[in-house]
Nanobody, 127 residues
Framework: QVQLVESGGGLVQAGGSLRLSCAASGLTFSLYAMGWFRQAPGKEREIVAA????????YYADSVKGRFTISRDNAKNTLFLQMNSLQPVDTAVYYC????????????????????WGKGTLVTVSS
């Protein structure tokens, strides 16, 4: 059974930083493209960032480029999202997501390409 468990969310002031982690189990982690999505109150879930199986390719939503960094440790089955210069608009539930077997970054930019979801971790940025 595949499990994706996020951690690292919390309350931070504007301009601050947080690092999210996602521990994956039940799958051969290195064979799946991975991503982070978020859903703000009253809004639809959106892609934040994605990373290829070998971490040689990444994708970022325009709204987080230059502030967020996605990375992965295939030896530890863990996905990360370093979030810097956080702003109140970044307040959302952040979800870890995995594509299908041998998935690519391009295939997981939309929810239709996601096969597995974590339960989410709340990030709240105060002004």
């Amino acid at each position: 059974q595949v499990q994706l468990v996020e951690s690292g969310g919390g309350l931070v002031q504007a301009g601050g930083s947080l690092r999210l982690s996602c521990a994956a189990s039940g799958l051969t982690f290195s064979l799946y493209a991975m991503g982070w999505f978020r859903q703000a109150p009253g809004k639809e879930r959106e892609i934040v960032a994605a990373i290829s199986r070998s971490a040689d390719s990444t994708y970022y939503a325009d709204s987080v480029k230059g502030r967020f960094t996605i990375s992965r440790d295939n030896a530890k089955n863990t996905l990360f999202l370093q979030m810097n210069s956080l702003q109140p608009v970044d307040t959302a539930v952040y979800y870890c997501a995995a594509g299908g077997l041998f998935s690519s970054v391009s295939s997981i930019k939309t929810e239709g390409g996601i096969h597995y979801w974590g339960k989410g971790t709340l990030v709240t940025v105060s002004s």
